[in-house]
């Protein structure tokens, strides 16, 4: 088995302040990848240029990167970033800045590379990477992946590069504000790494670890996504239960119910926490009876006192599938020819068991 | 609060072969750190050189370096290095040749350099290494501490470099002709790791999901160094054991017990696990009410149902103090006024506390 984590983590308050120095040191103009609207409103975007100023390191901003970033978004803001001198990159938000962010690291290093680069499997270098995640879903923030929206493939899929940042500074308070939606539909996309890499053809004693400690802590905070009113830490634990899951499929990758959601995105634009999220009660139905004790063990340490109880709550809060049954079929037939997917569940699972799946959230 | 562990780890059977394409790309020269006899017996030796030939990189032994290796036993090392041209180093046993493999290699890239180098507090590079562990309790393969014996200052203290191995080959079987005393004794070193780093002043969520882990893991095995029949996999539990101790340690750094050991390792050569053991119930026994919790927890986890069975098993397995009063004054003064130690300890411990954690194992 293998442990490789070599991202430098800061969760606190204020991580950004107390550590601009070192995030202004990567280089000597920086490119700040993010979204539109949230990183301006939760105040991340102004924290970094606080601290980039504060060590009279340059920056360019590019902002336009939406949800789901396809590969021309990522060409696009590559392009900036050259054109700006960017010599390291700064990613601020969500999963979608934070991966399109290493994407274009790799870009502007390799600077007459066309988009196919992105998905070659040849070894390049990149530029380094500062991530500020503002959402408690992605665990970009310590993965190597960058996971992009193929339009010719109407699919997602990971860039064959794999890019840790080398610096990750994590804030809960960037979440405080967020909208409830956005909060549960990260907070379940975490919860799904969890549970994947967990029940996963490569999970070892390193990943378990990463993922037990991971369910405890979304465990104590989860109530938030029940309406109860959050405590003030409750962000920094949802903050960190999403890292320490990231570092979890870092080691073992994602499993089936993340190769299923990408239909769910790509083809009927569900929210990829919610897409995720709906396949877990169905995946954990279809373990096999040993692995019943662990199923049970995780769900009472998330805090569900049953698969039922979790069925219930995954249907109340993320509520149906809302497929026909031709979708269905399709994104099931998909599925089924995915290798790299049904190589990570621990058990020869059937297409039925896949059909089983949905079957519980119709 | 941080999480940093840079180094690439392969724990599995036969991790120097599985991975020695990567262990010999380092350089073109490695000179092997090791000591006179352990390597040689336990086979470790030979599956570097195999693996070094097998990519055809050259190397040179160097298999002097003793328990509590010296500044100047590192010198030598270095100095025969430098002569060889050795670009990487490979650091094989216990934490004597780990540590020192690694000073050795700060010292092999600064060549100018004089031994006070070690100590100084400059930034300086130093050649990649690759640690291969034969004993279950130093970590040294995932800590950036290296400690060399300060004969001068008659103590133990790590050079103020922070040099993580690029690599670790982790391999139980290398414990399995090791002695019992020899098992026993690094296992210790191991639980004082967990016990120390988890009730330390600058513990955190992080370095407590290792400890946690750890003494799970641990506990599996300890059944060990009371006598019972080892089974296959106890040798690699308490190597992964010890691993994830010296994660812990890398971000809290060692505490009380590791500083009062260093007394009894110079001036009366007990063994460094045993030094530290002896004084693992007593620093349980004086953490201030409110770690009770916590204390009980960390003691049924690692398979001991109270503090008095904690202590009967330190006693049955490591013996006493064996100071005399006058050593032991001298022992507990010298701690006294050992701030770095005294800041480890998470309340404001007095002096008569450290007498009480003596008169224990008297």
């Not at 975490?190 to 990943?207: I, K, N, P, V, W």
Request: hydrophobic share 40%.
């Amino acid at each position: 088995m293998n442990f490789y984590m070599p991202t430098m983590v800061y969760q606190e308050n204020d991580a950004v302040k107390n550590h601009s120095e070192q995030m202004a040191g990567y280089g000597k103009k920086a490119l700040v990848v993010t979204g539109k609207h949230s990183s301006k409103q939760n105040g991340a975007l102004q924290d970094v240029i606080d601290g980039l100023e504060k060590y009279h390191t340059a920056y360019a901003v590019y902002d336009r990167i939406t949800e789901n970033p396809t590969v021309d978004a990522v060409m696009e803001a590559a392009a900036f970033g050259q054109q700006e001198g960017a010599d390291f990159v700064v990613g601020i938000g969500g999963g979608s800045p934070l991966d399109a962010a290493k994407a274009v690291a790799l870009v502007i290093q390799n600077r007459d590379s066309s988009k196919e680069v992105l998905y070659q499997n040849i070894s390049l270098r990149h530029l380094p990477v500062v991530a500020v995640p503002t959402t408690c879903g992605t665990g970009s923030e310590v993965t190597p992946y960058a996971v992009l929206t193929r339009e010719e493939l109407q699919t997602k899929q990971s860039i064959s590069h794999l890019i840790f940042p080398e610096l990750a500074l994590v804030d809960g308070k960037y979440l405080k504000n967020a909208p409830l939606s956005v909060i549960t539909n990260t907070a379940v996309d975490a919860l799904g790494h969890m549970l994947e890499s967990y029940f996963h053809t490569r999970a070892t004693d390193y990943s378990r670890m990463l993922c037990q400690y991971a369910m405890e802590v979304w465990g104590m905070a989860a109530g938030v996504l029940f309406g109860t009113e959050p405590e003030e830490e409750d962000y920094g634990r949802l903050m960190f239960a999403s890292s320490l899951a990231g570092m979890a499929i870092s080691h073992t990758s994602t499993g089936l119910p993340h190769g299923l959601s990408y239909y769910l995105t790509c083809r009927k634009a569900v929210p990829h926490g919610k897409a995720v999220g709906l396949f877990l009660p169905g995946y954990l139905s279809v373990l096999p009876e040993e692995y019943e004790p662990q199923v049970i063990m995780a769900l009472r340490t998330l805090g569900f006192g049953s698969l039922g109880q979790f069925l219930g709550f995954t249907q109340e809060v993320l509520g149906t599938l809302g497929l026909t049954e031709q979708e269905e079929q399709e994104m099931v037939e998909g599925i089924a020819k995915n290798q790299k997917k049904l190589d990570a569940v621990p058990f020869a699972i059937t297409k039925e068991q896949i059909y089983q799946m949905c079957s519980m959230v119709r």
